[in-house]
């Protein structure tokens, strides 16, 4: 058995600080891909240590290495550190030598952020399973590029049942998106009473139901959340303080649960002006196990 899988072996048995030991070992017996790529894997995702991490995956990236491994871990870095640019650069590569759901995914998500809506939408199906929440960033990427019809077709065949369905309220916002409001409606009330109540969809449920002049619902649904966030604010105060709930935690959480009642009063008023509540989309981008040897995850050692 080698450094590295001796390293492995002790990290899956939880013996961190040993592993790291071994990991560091095997970069000082032969510094090439394989033990660069796996202790900025451990740097990245056991330390977030992502300065550590780039200087070592930057390193074997120089050598130019025959996996796409290397390249997810500096694509997953730049992700974090939001230089799209440079994620594209890294992915890209990695895609082109092995086409990784994992690559695939988080081009997906850098071209969104580049504002490559066209790329982003492909990219969003390539890896998307029914009703999942990649086949719903691809449909949000239809809707910004005014591709509604095909959108509205794709969204009007999500499941609920399917085993990655992305969830009620999010199909519910894409319909508000495309201005189907009584589509929207049906899928807040599917959700309603199993989601907790927050302002960015509450305010999209009222909103809709505001466009269709049901006044009876928008009121009942009002009054819900203004009743519920009472009673946050009030189980707030009583909380006792100790030292990972200090006095100023309480008080910025009560100011935040105010600042959430006070929208709830105000939304009527809100929307008689023309005020629309924003979709709050956020794509999210993934990674796996990329250490090199490892059985667990069928990952067989570096390979030149």
């Known amino acids: 058995m080698n450094t590295n899988q001796k390293a492995i072996e002790l990290f899956e048995q939880n013996e961190y600080e040993k592993a790291m030991e071994l990991f560091h070992k095997a970069v000082y017996e032969s510094r090439d891909v394989q033990s660069l790529n796996n202790l900025a894997w451990m740097y990245l995702n056991e330390e977030e240590d992502e300065?550590?991490?780039?200087?070592?995956?930057?390193?074997?990236?120089?050598?130019?290495?025959?996996?796409?491994?290397?390249?997810?871990?500096?694509?997953?870095?730049?992700?974090?550190?939001?230089?799209?640019?440079?994620?594209?650069?890294?992915?890209?590569?990695?895609?082109?030598?092995?086409?990784?759901?994992?690559?695939?995914?988080?081009?997906?998500?850098?071209?969104?952020?580049?504002?490559?809506?066209?790329?982003?939408?492909?990219?969003?199906?390539?890896?998307?399973?029914?009703?999942?929440?990649?086949?719903?960033?691809?449909?949000?990427?239809?809707?910004?590029?005014?591709?509604?019809?095909?959108?509205?077709?794709?969204?009007?065949?999500?499941?609920?049942?399917?085993?990655?369905?992305?969830?009620?309220?999010?199909?519910?916002?894409?319909?508000?998106?495309?201005?189907?409001?009584?589509?929207a409606i049906q899928w807040f009330e599917k959700g309603y009473k199993e989601y907790w109540k927050t302002p960015n969809w509450i305010g999209r449920f009222v909103y809709a139901l505001y466009k269709t002049n049901n006044v009876q619902r928008i009121d009942e649904v009002i009054q819900e959340a203004i009743e519920e966030k009472k009673g946050e604010i009030e189980d707030t105060k009583k909380e006792e303080i100790d030292e990972n709930w200090t006095e100023n935690d309480k008080k910025e959480v009560i100011k935040k649960y105010i600042e959430e009642y006070n929208y709830y009063k105000k939304m009527i008023e809100l929307l008689s002006s023309g005020y629309v509540p924003k979709l709050d989309f956020e794509p999210y981008s993934t990674s796996a196990c990329y250490l090199f040897g490892c059985e667990l995850h069928n990952n067989s050692e570096y390979q030149k």
């Open 51 to 183: 300065d550590n991490a780039l200087e070592l995956i930057k390193e074997a990236v120089t050598m130019n290495p025959s996996s796409y491994f290397p390249y997810n871990i500096l694509g997953d870095i730049y992700i974090k550190q939001e230089k799209w640019k440079e994620a594209k650069e890294a992915l890209r590569k990695s895609v082109s030598i092995q086409a990784s759901n994992e690559a695939l995914q988080n081009l997906a998500v850098v071209y969104y952020k580049l504002g490559e809506l066209d790329k982003a939408s492909e990219y969003f199906i390539k890896t998307a399973a029914d009703s999942d929440h990649r086949m719903y960033s691809h449909v949000k990427c239809l809707i910004d590029l005014g591709r509604t019809k095909e959108a509205k077709i794709k969204l009007d065949a999500f499941n609920e049942k399917a085993d990655d369905f992305v969830g009620e309220i999010e199909v519910a916002d894409l319909y508000v998106e495309l201005n189907c409001y009584k589509e």
